[in-house]
């Protein structure tokens, strides 16, 4: 059974940053893609970046291309989320994916 245990979250300033962690188990993580979603009270779940299984492509939301970037550590089994010049609009709980596993999430708070 796939686990995905995120972590990272927590109240930072607008123009700060942070960096997420997903740790993963029960699979083999290299050779299946990561994502990170993000929901918003209120609005939909969305896509925020992908990175393929071997760490070489990515792809980002345009709401946070520039700012955020993913990559991975396969030794670890861990995909990361490095996210810069937060703004209040990236407020939001913030969910790792691996094919059908989700994690439980961490929030992450951008105010003054």
């Known amino acids: 059974q796939v686990q995905l245990v995120e972590s990272g979250g927590g109240l930072v300033q607008p123009g700060g940053s942070l960096r997420l962690s997903c740790a993963a188990s029960?699979?083999?993580?290299?050779?299946?893609?990561m994502r990170w979603y993000r929901q918003a009270p209120g609005k939909q779940r969305e896509l925020v970046a992908t990175i393929s299984s071997s760490g070489y492509s990515t792809n980002y939301a345009d709401s946070v291309k520039g700012r955020f970037t993913i990559s991975r550590d396969n030794a670890k089994n861990t995909v990361y989320l490095q996210m810069n010049s937060l703004k209040p609009e990236d407020t939001a709980v913030y969910y790792c994916n691996l094919q059908a596993s989700w994690g439980q999430g961490t929030q992450v708070t951008v105010s003054s």
């Open positions: 029960g699979t083999i993580f290299s050779i299946y893609a």
